[in-house]
């Protein structure tokens, strides 16, 4: 009996398990793919609403085959290298035997650094997180890392939705639509991606890998020509991915950078630019930028942020910034360890990318005298690029490095004269290491090596002046320290020098007059030189600050030079614009210098003139009529503008 009983119960338990499975099955059947995968509910719907609340309904699909024993090995985190490695290459560049795209987050490069380990129950929520965190610690002693991501998500590290929160929901022919209205025309891109690429780029080069991206370009164009970018009704699945759309983000953020610095007119110009700029930031919030940033988008911001600033628009370009930084730190790109199980040649893009986040940051900060977000401690700095032979990127990373310990040590050790000595005569053997064109324009042998040779000697002064501002200060009068006496005599060449090669520069590109980094040190250098006791009543000086002010002047009333063309003053912002004036008041009213000996008249003396507006005191020149804005007088000897 109680071995019949025991065949009998086999017998049941096996019934048992055929039955449970069959229900399995025809139960697993009803879901969809994704909600198979993550084993949560599944309404049925196309898309199912599961889908559309997690923000993926393009990829809500029922007649999927599952995968082999075979794939799903090649899908484990041991194998998540070589879905990097094929994250690296562009769409349309991919063999016909390499894992397919899945749409917008089933696939890590969407939603991580390029080579990060996935998370195979729910990749898109990956963020970088620190060594020392909880999250880290539990990584430490997990194989698969399902344990860190179920630890995340209770402890509130992750997002609790994956859909866009500026953005409505969409299903995928409607963001394929979308996408489409805002691609740009192949005759945008032959124009405005050459302007981009011989004025813009080579003195900010954000496009880490500008060659790689024009292969993007080429397959871009192509699939254009091909009609697949402009069928409305079927979706591409080379170009409907996030990290698509995010290519497509790039391509229209570097036409917005390339309009700015064509030749069209200047109506015409700033509404291109805009146009392309709107254009990115749409295709961001299709990319869902913000819930899964990758390389292209941290390019984007920067992109966008820089065209912003060469604008007018510092200010917003500060903002952006903040974001940008946020998302480059959720990439881990902050740091050499945190990226460095990336494959090999992705590394070097990651560390340009952080530099450039730092060149745009270090610039803002020391301009607006504000804190800076960013730092250089998490790479080991590369001291063979400095050893000889520097090149022009090189060095003003260094001044970017340079500018960050300025803007991030404490007023004392700014105002310290030993402080300033020490990190000048740093700066100084470095900029002696640079290439030879850059350390002389004698050794220029092209038009571009004379262009970075001017840029360079723009940003040199600059960072020299901001040194030596202790310096300037100082009260006159008062006796000079032989140490301030060097300072004071430094800040001197530098503010003449900043002039004179934007002077030169201008007469060789319109880089510079275009560049909101230049238009700002050359204004900047020019009222310091106009407003110091040491340099006002130098001839040689005010010689400078005229020449600037009709480079500023060019435009008339009716916003068109002599030869009938638009110009480049109507794009500057009011701070220039106030600086111009200044300029204007301080080189031409002489009298308004001697307040200090002539009180009356700057208060308005009985029969003297009332002040002018502005468009009367730019109407000598036939400058441009910029409105109402008041001449601002002078301003006292340790002015900084800024």
């Not at 060469?310 to 917003?316: C, I, L, M, V, Y």
């Not at 080189?587 to 029969?607: C, I, K, L, Y």
Request: contains cysteine; aromatic residues 8%; neutral net charge.
């Amino acid at each position: 009996m109680p071995n019949s009983s025991a065949a009998g119960s086999n017998v049941d338990r096996q019934e048992i398990d055929r039955i449970l499975r069959a229900k399995r099955q025809q139960r697993e059947t009803k879901a969809c793919y994704p909600c198979r995968s993550r084993k949560v509910k599944c309404d049925n719907g196309h898309p199912c609403r599961t889908c559309q609340k997690r923000g993926h309904p393009q990829i809500c699909v029922y007649d999927l085959e599952e995968s082999s024993p075979r794939k799903r090995a090649m899908l484990s985190p041991q194998n998540s290298i070589s879905d990097a490695s094929y994250a690296a290459f562009p769409p349309g560049l991919r063999g016909a035997n390499d894992r397919p795209q899945l749409g917008d987050s089933a696939s890590p490069l969407h939603t991580r650094p390029e080579s990060e380990p996935a998370n195979q129950e729910n990749p898109e929520n990956y963020v970088f997180s620190g060594e020392n965190t909880v999250i880290s610690i539990l990584g430490s002693h997990d194989t698969d890392g399902s344990i860190a991501n179920k630890a995340s998500s209770v402890l509130g590290l992750q997002n609790s939705f994956s859909n866009y929160p500026f953005l409505g929901p969409q299903t995928p022919i409607d963001r394929w639509k979308a996408l489409i209205e805002i691609l740009p025309r192949r005759e945008e891109v032959l124009k405005f991606f050459h302007f981009y690429r011989i004025s813009a780029h080579p003195f900010n080069p954000i496009l880490v890998d500008i060659d790689g991206f024009e292969l993007v370009i080429c397959q871009f164009l192509a699939s254009y020509a091909s009609g697949e970018l402009r069928d409305y009704d079927k979706i591409s699945e080379k170009w409907s991915s996030d990290r698509s759309v995010g290519q497509i983000s790039l391509l229209l953020a570097a036409l917005a950078s390339g309009a700015h610095c064509s030749d069209l007119e200047n109506p015409e110009r700033s509404e291109k630019y805009q146009s392309f700029s709107r254009r990115s930031f749409q295709a961001l919030r299709l990319a869902n930028f913000l819930l899964r940033p990758s390389l292209e988008v941290v390019q984007s911001l920067l992109l966008l942020g820089n065209t912003l600033q060469n604008n007018g628009q510092s200010d917003a370009a500060w903002a952006q910034l903040g974001t940008t930084v946020r998302l480059a730190q959720t990439l881990g790109l902050h740091t050499e360890k945190s990226i460095s199980h990336w494959p090999e040649p992705m590394r070097p893009k990651a560390r340009a990318l952080w530099y450039m986040t730092v060149w745009q940051d270090s610039l803002l900060s020391l301009c607006y005298d504000r804190p800076s977000m960013v730092s250089t401690r998490g790479w080991q700095l590369d001291l063979t690029t400095l050893e000889s032979n520097v090149s022009y990127t090189d060095m003003m990373r260094y001044l970017c490095r340079l500018g960050l310990q300025i803007n991030n040590s404490d007023e004392r050790d700014r105002n310290d004269l030993i402080y300033c000595h020490k990190s000048l005569a740093e700066l100084d053997s470095v900029f002696k290491l640079v290439q030879p064109h850059l350390l002389s324009r004698e050794h220029c042998t092209s038009l571009h090596q004379h262009q970075e040779h001017l840029a360079l000697r723009i940003h040199v002064s600059f960072c020299v002046s901001v040194l030596c501002r202790p310096a300037i200060q100082r009260p006159p009068g008062t006796s000079l320290h032989p140490r301030i006496r060097i300072l004071r005599d430094r800040a001197k060449d530098s503010l003449v020098e900043a002039a004179k090669a934007f002077l030169d520069f201008e007469t060789l590109s319109i880089v510079p007059l275009r560049t909101w980094s230049m238009v700002h040190t050359v204004l900047s250098s020019t009222l310091l030189l106009c407003l110091w006791e040491e340099t006002r009543h130098d001839p040689a000086c005010r010689d400078l600050q005229q020449r600037v002010i009709e480079v500023f002047s060019r435009v008339g009333k009716d916003g068109k030079d002599g030869n009938g063309q638009h110009g480049d003053g109507q794009w500057l912002s009011t701070r220039h614009i106030h600086a111009l004036v200044a300029l204007r008041n301080a080189v031409r009213d002489t009298p308004m210098r001697e307040e200090h000996a002539n009180p009356e008249r700057q208060r308005g003396s009985p029969g003297s003139p009332p002040p002018q507006r502005l468009e009367d005191d730019l109407s000598g020149s036939g400058a441009i009529e910029f409105g109402d804005v008041q001449p601002s007088g002078d301003f006292p000897a340790n002015f900084d503008f800024g």
